[in-house]
Every structure is written in structure tokens, then in C-alpha cells.
């Protein structure tokens, strides 16, 4: 008899917005569909039903004995390093004799990059598929949630660099909605100040809920009040198929226990936008001479970071 494969339970931030609950719920629910064989369960870490702890009970009660854990949020904030780790051991001593690895969170995937364009393209009102003609004027106000974690909030700023990275957008510019500055406001000041003629404001958020719900609220009081600037909003990312399939690619991961590098957003494994030719490119140590015509290279660092990177699949 063939062992059942490890159970995947996805853990979910938890909001007092039912639609955004429901749209988690939906998701986890998709999730098992695709997946017949697999044992899918999902829970929140807070404000919603069901917990993470009745998630894993629901699994235990259907012989599930070994999970992955996903975190179903694009930062890794205190939730992804701290409350489910937590909520994890706290179901190890409720469940002996269960086991669980857990994964990392979704982070600027290239697949959500490319749902957040598409995001863009539609508040733009281009034709699906199409790239619209002339990007160069558009800036784009990528607003994350916030977080009193400094490495979060870095985070976003990764994404809209990556999102800028190959596209054609003016710039793509950062703030939060909450817990961290600039809010969206100071935000769209800023684009101001940096020249924006047409901005859109995208939300760094995978569902519906009462945060994406407040950026919109705020970018629609700030444009009323500066009539002279075209300002759209974009929608959240969705249950795309994109999102179905990252979730498998992070179960498949921790399975593997091979979480090393930003293998995401490598250019020499992923073909990102202006950066195709280089996938999958040999890697050469390169050196750095000094200032001080000090040309040994003590720090080439070749054999680190991508000879030591087997981009090869």
C-alpha cells in the first residue's frame, strides 16, 4: 500500500471582512478540487472562522499523520515568523505522533507579478493580452499592508521594484495601509512630487477585505480633492490560477526542504521581463578590484551565490 502523500494546510491571516473570509475558504475548497488525492485543509491565525487548530484536528480526524504548512500571505511578517510557527507547535502536543515542515510565504513571485500587470492593465482599460501602448507615463502606487516588522515592509518594496524591473511603468512607488509609512496619501504626494501624470494605485493584497477596501476608500478621497491628476485604482490578485498553482509550487518546497535562495526572482532561473537571455546562463566567479588597486578579489564571489545556485532544472 503506497503511503498517502503529505496533507497541505494552508494558514491564512484572518479578517473581520466575511467576504474576504469566504474568499479564503473558497479558495482552500478550490485547492482540494484540483487536488483529489491530496488532503487540503485551510484555518486562520485570528478574526475568522475556522482556526488553524480545527484545520489540523479536521486533517488528523481523516488519518493525516505529516503536512506542509503554506502560509497563504505574500510578506512574511510577525504571522508567518512568529503566530504560526506557534499555533504549529501548540498542535503538535495537542496531536502526538503528527509531523509537519512548514513553508515560506508567497512572496514577489514572477506568477503574482504577472497577475498584478494584468491588474494594471485592466484599471488602465487595455484589452486583455495586450500591452498598452505607452506605459512611460504611468506610476504605479503599489500599497502593501504594513507591518511594525521593518523586514516586511522591505518586502514590498522588493515586489515594486520587480514589478518596475522590464515593464515601462514611469516607477512603481511603495506605501501601506497600516502600522508603517507612507500611508496612501503621503504616497500619492510623492508621485506627485516625482513628476506622475496618470497614477494607479495597486492593491499588494490576495483577497477582498476591510484593508483593500480602505485603500480604495482613500485613493478616491485623495483624487476627489486633486482634481488635475488622473488617479485609478486596481483590483486585489484573486484566486487566479496563478495563486492555485504558486501554493502547490510552496508545498512541493517544503516537502523538498529546500528553501535556500530568491530562486523566485532570479534572472538566471526565471525568465523575467527584459531579462529573458539570461536563464539558465553558466555562471563565471567575477571580481571586483578595489580602489586601492587591490585586484585579488577577495570577494568574488561566484562560488557563493551562483556557483553554489544550480539554476539548471
Given at each position: 500500500?503506497?503511503?498517502p502523500?503529505?496533507?497541505?494546510?494552508?494558514?491564512?491571516h484572518?479578517?473581520?471582512?466575511?467576504?474576504g473570509?469566504?474568499?479564503?475558504?473558497?479558495?482552500?475548497?478550490?485547492?482540494?478540487?484540483?487536488h483529489?488525492?491530496?488532503?487540503?485543509?485551510?484555518?486562520?491565525?485570528?478574526?475568522s472562522?475556522?482556526?488553524?487548530?480545527?484545520?489540523?484536528?479536521?486533517?488528523v480526524?481523516r488519518?493525516?499523520?505529516?503536512?506542509?504548512?503554506?502560509?497563504?500571505?505574500?510578506?512574511?511578517?510577525?504571522?508567518?515568523k512568529?503566530?504560526?510557527p506557534?499555533?504549529?507547535?501548540?498542535?503538535?502536543e495537542?496531536?502526538?505522533?503528527?509531523?509537519?515542515?512548514?513553508?515560506?510565504?508567497l512572496?514577489?513571485?514572477?506568477?503574482?507579478?504577472?497577475?498584478?500587470?494584468?491588474?494594471?492593465?485592466?484599471?488602465?482599460?487595455?484589452?486583455?493580452?495586450?500591452?498598452?501602448?505607452?506605459?512611460?507615463?504611468?506610476?504605479?502606487?503599489?500599497v502593501?499592508?504594513?507591518?511594525?516588522?521593518?523586514?516586511?515592509?522591505?518586502?514590498?518594496?522588493?515586489?515594486?521594484?520587480?514589478?518596475?524591473?522590464?515593464?515601462g511603468?514611469?516607477?512603481?512607488?511603495?506605501?501601506?495601509?497600516?502600522?508603517?509609512?507612507?500611508?496612501?496619501?503621503?504616497?500619492?504626494?510623492?508621485?506627485?512630487?516625482?513628476?506622475?501624470?496618470?497614477?494607479?494605485?495597486?492593491?499588494?493584497?490576495?483577497?477582498?477585505?476591510?484593508?483593500?477596501?480602505?485603500?480604495?476608500r482613500?485613493?478616491?478621497?485623495?483624487?476627489?480633492?486633486?482634481?488635475?491628476v488622473?488617479?485609478?485604482?486596481?483590483?486585489?490578485?484573486?484566486?487566479?490560477?496563478?495563486?492555485?498553482?504558486?501554493?502547490?509550487?510552496r508545498?512541493e518546497?517544503?516537502?523538498?526542504?529546500?528553501?535556500?535562495?530568491?530562486?523566485d526572482s532570479?534572472?538566471?532561473?526565471?525568465?523575467l521581463?527584459?531579462?529573458e537571455?539570461?536563464v539558465?546562463?553558466?555562471?563565471?566567479?567575477?571580481?571586483?578590484p578595489?580602489?586601492?588597486?587591490?585586484?585579488?578579489?577577495?570577494?568574488?564571489?561566484?562560488?557563493?551565490?551562483?556557483g553554489?545556485?544550480?539554476?539548471?532544472?
Amino acid at each position: 500500500m503506497t503511503t498517502p502523500p503529505p496533507a497541505l494546510l494552508i494558514a491564512g491571516h484572518g479578517t473581520r471582512d466575511e467576504a474576504g473570509a469566504e474568499a479564503f475558504r473558497d479558495f482552500v475548497r478550490e485547492l482540494g478540487r484540483r487536488h483529489p488525492d491530496l488532503p487540503v485543509a485551510g484555518g486562520f491565525i485570528e478574526l475568522s472562522p475556522p482556526p488553524l487548530g480545527e484545520a489540523v484536528t479536521e486533517l488528523v480526524e481523516r488519518g493525516v499523520r505529516r503536512f506542509a504548512a503554506v502560509p497563504l500571505m505574500l510578506v512574511s511578517a510577525g504571522h508567518a515568523k512568529g503566530d504560526i510557527p506557534a499555533a504549529l507547535a501548540r498542535e503538535k502536543e495537542r496531536h502526538p505522533g503528527i509531523s509537519y515542515t512548514y513553508g515560506r510565504p508567497l512572496g514577489p513571485h514572477p506568477a503574482l507579478l504577472n497577475v498584478l500587470e494584468r491588474r494594471l492593465d485592466e484599471a488602465l482599460g487595455s484589452p486583455a493580452g495586450r500591452t498598452p501602448d505607452d506605459r512611460s507615463d504611468v506610476t504605479v502606487l503599489l500599497v502593501g499592508r504594513g507591518s511594525t516588522d521593518p523586514d516586511a515592509n522591505a518586502e514590498v518594496h522588493k515586489a515594486a521594484r520587480l514589478l518596475w524591473e522590464g515593464r515601462g511603468y514611469a516607477g512603481v512607488e511603495t506605501a501601506f495601509v497600516s502600522l508603517a509609512a507612507p500611508d496612501v496619501p503621503s504616497g500619492l504626494d510623492r508621485c506627485v512630487r516625482l513628476g506622475a501624470r496618470r497614477i494607479v494605485v495597486l492593491p499588494y493584497f490576495l483577497f477582498t477585505g476591510i484593508l483593500p477596501d480602505r485603500v480604495r476608500r482613500q485613493t478616491e478621497g485623495w483624487a476627489a480633492a486633486h482634481p488635475e491628476v488622473e488617479v485609478r485604482s486596481a483590483d486585489v490578485i484573486g484566486p487566479e490560477p496563478e495563486l492555485l498553482d504558486l501554493v502547490m509550487e510552496r508545498y512541493e518546497e517544503a516537502l523538498k526542504g529546500d528553501l535556500r535562495m530568491n530562486c523566485d526572482s532570479c534572472v538566471y532561473r526565471i525568465a523575467l521581463p527584459g531579462f529573458e537571455d539570461k536563464v539558465g546562463l553558466a555562471q563565471q566567479p567575477h571580481f571586483h578590484p578595489d580602489d586601492d588597486g587591490d585586484h585579488h578579489g577577495h570577494h568574488g564571489h561566484g562560488h557563493h551565490h551562483h556557483g553554489g545556485h544550480a539554476h539548471a532544472h
